[in-house]
């Protein structure tokens, strides 16, 4: 991002935070059926942390089970490589569990367009056949370009698309904090 | 600073890249490298990005390479060699790159027997162009696979002594490598017969012998290089024989250098004469890792070249 974006409010603090990623947590947990073989991919870079926070929840949550967390990168599945500049720079993708049968849940930090989910869907279909894909954000801020939603939902937040989202999580930030953010006029 | 693309549409040598730029062209493929390990070895990166392999010269090994890079990011992609075509009719080198331009590929891949011909082309196209080798001067691949099995295995190049040994005159990728090892702060030292040195090649910031144990004392990295007895007009050495007893690396030799010293060569191998066998097959070679990486660093360049720039839609 080359402009400037100005700090417009903090809308969650860490505390909220926890309490969201909890209810989610519990949410997963009672739709029984996905639990069987499921697994957390978190897209790069903000939805590593929601997934391994959700998995370590579930492992509490459900006794005797852990679930495999894996990390996405989808720079090479965006369907604006042409246009964006500056370039994205590509990171790896790790996943080292065996998709084909399993129940994967994407998570993402924020769900806007439905773009990087849609680059994410093609990400995780050529890495293998699982029996079902669902999706769990922390945000959801509307704007939707495709037909795609969440099945689990931190917060829905209205914004205006002069407004940016920002997360921030202690493992990638130093903190945890949700800020709405604004473009210059 | 770090940064995010490359500042040319062309990727001509080493000779014009930052060290930033190297280390964001080998930090990129090292994440390319994973793709060969999926069951579908396919992205969509470049879609509908059209790439021509130029193939002025003979190569396996390097348009296969390319090829597969090509492949795996979904690029479009045209091969044409010499042979066969309207080069052998008579067509100049820049009616050739005009008629080209004319089915506007976005990036063109070439090798070459004269240098130079691909910073040619660079000025007369559109299209980006990819050096895969002109003549004796650069091979900025083989140099950027070189590096990158060096990082992998020795986790880093900075500091590291590199001992590169065999027919230093006729060969692209001695230079290539030479200006990428010095930029990024290894020290290269060179070494083969007096006639296969060129004079004031010094000048390029590193060391010159011709005594291979000499050169191989204390070495991080053993870089062979094949006698390429097909540029060579004319006897330079006695024998094939003399020739590896003076230059051929066996295991008795190889004792010089560092304990986890790795040995490297660009292919293909003449065993017998730059090598022997023992080390070839040893597990300090690390030849079948330069030619893996070979594929995820032709992604990288292509992904930085034909990925989003600055300088689109203008």
Known sequence: ?185 | MAVTSLRSKDLLGIEGLTPEEITLLLDTAESMGSIASRPIKKVPALRGRMVVNLFFEASTRTRFSFETAEKWLSADSLNFSAKGSSVEKGESLLDTARNLQAMSPDLIVIRHGCPGVPHFLARQLKAGVVNAGDGAHEHPTQALLDALTIRQRLGRLDGLGVTICGDIAHSRVVRSNIWLLTKMGARVTLCGPPTLLPPRIEEMGVAVTTDFDEALEGADVVMMLRMQLERQGRSLFPSIREYFRLYGLDRRRLERAKPGAIVMHPGPMNRGVEIASEIADSDRAVILAQVANGVAVRMAVLYLLLGGHPWEGE
């Open chain 1, 1 to 185: 991002m080359t402009e400037e974006l100005i700090q417009k409010a903090k809308i969650l603090d860490a505390d909220r935070i926890r309490r969201m990623i909890d209810r989610m947590a519990h949410e997963i947990a009672e739709r029984q059926k996905d639990l069987q073989g499921l697994a957390l991919i978190g897209i790069r870079t903000r939805g590593v942390p929601l997934a391994s926070r959700l998995a370590a929840r579930l492992g509490d949550l459900v006794a005797g089970s852990s679930f495999p967390v894996g990390t996405l990168d989808i720079t090479l599945y965006r369907d604006d490589l042409s246009t964006v500049a500056p370039q994205p720079l590509l990171k790896k993708t790790e996943i080292d569990f065996d998709l084909n049968g399993r129940t994967v849940l994407l998570c993402d930090d924020v769900l806007y367009t439905g773009r990087t989910i849609r680059a994410a869907l093609d990400g995780v279909i050529d890495l293998g056949r699982p029996r079902a894909i669902r999706l769990a954000v922390l945000i959801d801020r509307g704007h939707r370009e495709l037909p795609i939603e969440a099945n689990y939902v931190g917060k829905s937040v209205p914004t205006s698309s002069r407004e940016v989202i920002q997360v921030l999580f202690q493992e990638t930030d130093g903190a945890d904090e949700v800020w709405i953010l604004e473009k210059p006029h």
